[in-house]
Nanobody, 122 residues
Framework: VQLVESGGGLVQAGGSLRLSCAASGRTFSNYAMGWFRQAPGKEREFVATINWSGTNTYYTDSVKGRFTASRDNAKKTVYLQMTSLKPEDTAVYYC????????????????WGQGTQVTVSS
């Protein structure tokens, strides 16, 4: 599975962005998907995960109520809608695919995109 993120950019605090992650290769709907982020000098952290059908999602506490993960299996794309952005959301955002169940740990994900930069100014 090849993954390509897009949609990052520079936004003011309180603004919104929608990240997309387009997949190619093996059957996209076989995979649960995750979103992670990594800020400079910090470890990669879990943001959100969505199961293969899109019916179950799970978020880290810091983004609950602000971020929404969704997917369109026909388009082989997963999305992360981000609202009420804060400067602490600034990071490189990665999407990842796992053939197992939804998971918060990076080690369980088999495929990763190259990342897209999100910068939130105060």
């Amino acid at each position: 599975v090849q993954l390509v993120e897009s949609g990052g950019g520079l936004v003011q605090a309180g603004g919104s962005l929608r990240l997309s992650c387009a997949a190619s290769g093996r059957t996209f709907s076989n995979y649960a998907m995750g979103w992670f982020r990594q800020a400079p000098g910090k470890e990669r952290e879990f943001v959100a995960t969505i199961n293969w059908s899109g019916t179950n999602t799970y978020y880290t506490d810091s983004v609950k109520g602000r971020f929404t993960a969704s997917r369109d299996n026909a388009k082989k794309t997963v999305y992360l809608q981000m609202t009420s952005l804060k400067p602490e959301d600034t990071a490189v955002y990665y999407c990842a695919a796992t053939a197992t169940y939804t998971n918060t740990a990076p080690k369980f994900y088999d495929y990763w995109g190259q990342g897209t930069q999100v910068t939130v100014s105060s």
